[in-house]
């Protein structure tokens, strides 16, 4: 079993959803490049920049923020997001 990642995905202020990720995907790899990043703050991300890659992959995946408590043990927690 390949290890995981919790990724805390904020929409500032709407709603904060949870998803369990494979550390070596490519979804995956988008949540560690963007770890503290938020579209739409004072930063200007490039069209490249993993947390763009990062919002478009998540329309695909499936939160787990109705499964309380979330159970790891997980390789990296990552907290991004953005901004409304």
């Known amino acids: 079993m390949g290890k995981k990642l919790l990724l805390i995905w904020e929409s500032i202020p709407e709603t904060t959803e949870a998803f369990i990720l494979d550390v070596d995907s490519e979804i995956g790899h988008a949540a560690l490049g963007s770890a503290g990043c938020y579209l739409n703050s004072i930063e200007e991300y490039t069209e490249n920049a993993p ?34």
């Open 51 to 84: 947390i763009n890659k990062l919002n478009e992959l998540l329309t695909e995946e499936e939160s787990v923020t109705t499964d309380f408590p979330i159970s790891g043990p997980f390789e990296h927690v990552i907290v991004c997001g953005w901004v409304m």
